[in-house]
């Protein structure tokens, strides 16, 4: 008896021992919280729980000083930046849409027209990674793992799910806000899992949407945040007074049903519904290979844009976000096992203050009106050099010139670009502006002007770019309500990086970062090789 139960006893020792000495995770998942400030993790903290944001910040490691390390600050640079461990001038993706020059046409970051939606219509499901250049940590972990390991995408936005998984993902979701669905395309698979009908079929964008968004605690205790009712918030693009509560139901009926869920903290509850169902149907984190769950949060983008990270309503959502995450953890915990999986906990960007209200501050900011300008940009320099259509576009801040009517007319496309710049100094709320060819390359220590290099890609940035002041913004729209992101400052730059789990020990640096170190790091921690295209670097506190 004696011998039997030392026995079992050492085999408990020795798989016990195993499974903290297992050379890699068996399970990594990435979180990117859309338009997430840095400092949300610190103002809101008396309104988290222990088990959300506070156990990744008092458990894991936490990168105080992070930030995107080019501009535009876009959802589609992001979430490709975070997952190839390099910028917008390697990857390809110069913005959400760009003005593509040989097509002569706007394009969408993830668009693909060679390809169909499944589970959904439109144009929604007319979507891959083709424009995405650079390959992504979850590309390198299918070929190290010779496509042992699964990788799988889920987000709200489309491209929240596709770029971090990759080009050959087990699954890429996306919610159809037509028709409530979580679809993908054909570039992925001709047919949507059981697991993923059967959750569309529950409708719970509908269930979500049925009753009232009301603040979770008592709204006098969010002290955190400006007044409720602030004219310059925009409440779901409607004339709706912008204070709580909101009738959901209400709303929908104009605003749609699904639609009026991304707008809502419910739109990250279920994503977490569906995370938890993808966990259990694709077996993830069940095997000898880690397997990868990339989840992008975007529902706080929706509701940061139209109320500004001040608004109560923000607040309301990353609290209630705070008991999502400690919900999938939990979850994590239960499927996977406690110690047995990683998590990185970033965002793609983060977000300007609402101009009106920096201006109750005492602020000089304001939007820069595109309307006015645009035109009298292009009428200007056709004018000075006797030729209709030299300005192609203006989008993303940056200009595009027609290079063949230039080349026709014999016209100095040098003389165009400095003409350009002269008048764009003299508008006001521009506070520089370049020519493109003459600092795409720059290796010199003007941050602001790195930022703008690492942001152009030679062959699909425009030939001038330009910046705005702290502060300003492009007319988001036509009441100059809400607010943008996209510039190179702090307020859109400085994000959370925070690991937890297996293989990070406890601990916080405030040393300077750039967002592109995360795909690196996460390579070097599973032991595979970094992406194609990575710059970054892996983060030496969590090795030292």
Not at 131 to 159: A, F, M, P, Y
Not at 429 to 442: F, K
């Amino acid at each position: 008896m004696r011998n039997l139960l030392f026995t079992v006893l050492l085999t408990l020792s020795y798989f016990s021992v195993s499974a903290q000495n297992s050379d890699k995770p068996k399970l990594v998942v990435g979180i990117v919280v859309d338009q997430m400030r840095y400092e949300f993790l610190n103002r809101f903290s008396n309104h988290y729980g222990n088990g959300g944001f506070k156990r990744l910040t008092t458990e894991g490691f936490s990168f105080k000083n992070a930030h995107f390390n080019y501009i535009p600050t876009k959802t589609g640079p992001g979430h490709a930046s975070v997952y190839t461990g390099t910028t917008p001038r390697v990857h390809g993706v110069i913005a959400n849409d760009w003005y593509e020059k040989g097509q002569k046409k706007m394009i969408y970051c993830v668009e693909d027209l060679d390809v169909t939606g499944v589970g959904g219509t439109g144009k929604i499901g007319q979507r891959s990674p083709r424009n995405l250049l650079s390959s992504t940590i979850t590309d390198e972990l299918k070929i190290h793992s010779q496509n042992k390991s699964k990788v799988v995408g889920i987000s709200l936005k489309d491209r929240g799910s596709i770029l971090p998984a990759g080009h050959n993902p087990d699954g890429a979701y996306w919610f159809d806000e037509n028709s409530g669905n979580f679809i993908t395309s054909t570039f992925y698979t001709d047919d949507l899992p059981d697991w993923v009908k059967k959750f569309n079929a529950k409708k719970l964008s509908t269930l979500y949407t049925k009753g009232k968004w009301t603040t979770l605690k008592d709204m006098n205790t969010y002290v955190e945040s400006a007044r409720d009712n602030r004219d310059y918030e925009n409440a779901f693009f409607m004339d709706l007074s912008p204070t709580f509560p909101y009738d959901l139901k209400a709303i929908g009926k104009t605003f749609g049903v699904h639609n009026t869920l991304m707008y809502t903290p419910f739109g990250n509850t279920i994503l977490v519904d569906f995370a938890e169902l993808a966990i259990e149907n694709e077996q993830l984190g069940t095997d000898d290979f880690t397997d990868f769950l990339a989840i992008s949060f975007s529902s706080t983008d929706k509701i940061g844009h139209e109320f500004g990270p001040y608004s109560k309503e923000i607040q309301d959502t990353y609290i209630r976000l705070d008991k999502d995450l400690e919900r999938l953890f939990d979850y994590l915990d239960n499927q996977v096992g406690e110690g047995e999986w990683t998590v990185f906990l970033t965002a793609d960007h983060a977000i300007a203050e609402l101009p009106k209200y920096l201006n109750e501050q005492n602020q000089r900011v304001d939007y820069f009106n595109n309307k006015e300008y645009q035109p009298f940009l292009k009428k200007a320099v056709d004018e000075k050099f006797l030729a209709t259509g030299i300005i192609e576009s203006i989008t993303n801040r940056q200009v595009f010139l027609n290079h063949s009517l230039l080349r026709e007319k014999n016209i100095d496309i040098t003389e165009v670009k400095k003409y350009i710049i002269e008048l764009l100094l003299e508008l006001e709320g521009i506070s520089s502006a370049y020519d493109s060819r003459e600092i795409e390359q720059y290796n010199g220590t003007n941050l602001d002007v790195a930022m703008l290099s690492a942001g152009i890609n030679s062959k699909a940035s425009g030939d001038v770019v330009y910046t705005l002041l702290p502060g300003w913004l492009s007319d988001y729209n036509l009441y100059h309500k809400g607010t943008n992101h996209g510039a190179g400052y702090s307020y859109d730059t400085h994000v959370p990086m925070l690991f937890y789990g297996w293989g990070i020990k406890n601990g916080s640096t405030v040393n300077y970062h750039p967002i592109t170190d995360i795909a690196p790091t996460i390579s070097t921690l599973i032991n595979i090789k970094f992406p194609s295209g990575c710059t970054g670097h892996p983060a030496v506190e969590l090795f030292e």
